[in-house]
Structures are given as structure tokens and as C-alpha cells.
């Protein structure tokens, strides 16, 4: 079992830049991949980006590619997203999520956080 606690999310304007965390307890979290998804109101949930076991690879959405780095250290059971360059339409409820492969399909990810609100005002 693996508990996932999310943190970081905020208001922030335009142009400007927030690094959220999702910090892990119970089983090894370096065994698991790990993904941020994000959703808005009314909207399914979507990918943003993914991270292997190691950190060795990550993958984007093309909506992020370029603005978000996703990271982590193992040792800390910490996996990050760091925002840059945020856009009001980033605006949405972010997740990270836990499973045994990196993937963009949420069904894949075993283990769930609460969320963190992000709103970037325009």
C-alpha cells in the first residue's frame, strides 16, 4: 500500500512558476512510476506527465512539453512538477499517481493523492 499527499498548488499569475510535490509513505516508492495528472470542472482527467522508477525517463503531454519538468528523489519519497511559464487554461485540480509502469492511461496507476488546486490568474 502506498499513500500519496500532494502539496505546492496555489494562486500564481500568468508567466509565473510553482513546483508541486507528492510525497509518499508505506511501500517503497522507488518500485512505482509515478504520473501527474490534472482536471478541470466538467472535464475528464488528463495526463500531464510521467516518470520511470529510476527518474532515467520522463514523457510530456505536447500541452507541457517544454514549460513542466517532472522529477524525483527516491530517497525522499518525493516525486515534483515544476510549473513553469503557466498559462491560465493550467489551471485545474493536479494529481499524482502511483503504479507499476509508466504510462499516460490513469486506469494503469494503482495508487492516488487528494489533489492540489492550481489557478493561474491571466
Known amino acids: 500500500q502506498v499513500q500519496l499527499v500532494e502539496s505546492g498548488g496555489g494562486l500564481v499569475q500568468a508567466r509565473g512558476s510553482l513546483r508541486l510535490s507528492c510525497a509518499a509513505s508505506g511501500r517503497t516508492f522507488g518500485g512505482y512510476a509515478v504520473g501527474w495528472f490534472r482536471q478541470t470542472p466538467g472535464k475528464e482527467r488528463e495526463f500531464v506527465a510521467h516518470?520511470?522508477?529510476?527518474?532515467?525517463?520522463?514523457y510530456y503531454s505536447d500541452s507541457v512539453k517544454g514549460r513542466f519538468t517532472i522529477s524525483r528523489d527516491n530517497a525522499k519519497n518525493t516525486v515534483y512538477l515544476q510549473m513553469n511559464s503557466l498559462k491560465p487554461e493550467d489551471t485545474a485540480v493536479y494529481y499524482c499517481?502511483?503504479?507499476?509502469?509508466?504510462?499516460?492511461?490513469?486506469?494503469?496507476?494503482?495508487?492516488w493523492g487528494q489533489g492540489t488546486q492550481v489557478t493561474v490568474s491571466s
Open positions: 499517481a502511483a503504479g507499476w509502469i509508466p504510462t499516460t492511461t490513469q486506469n494503469h496507476y494503482q495508487y
Open positions: 516518470i520511470t522508477r529510476s527518474g532515467s525517463s520522463t
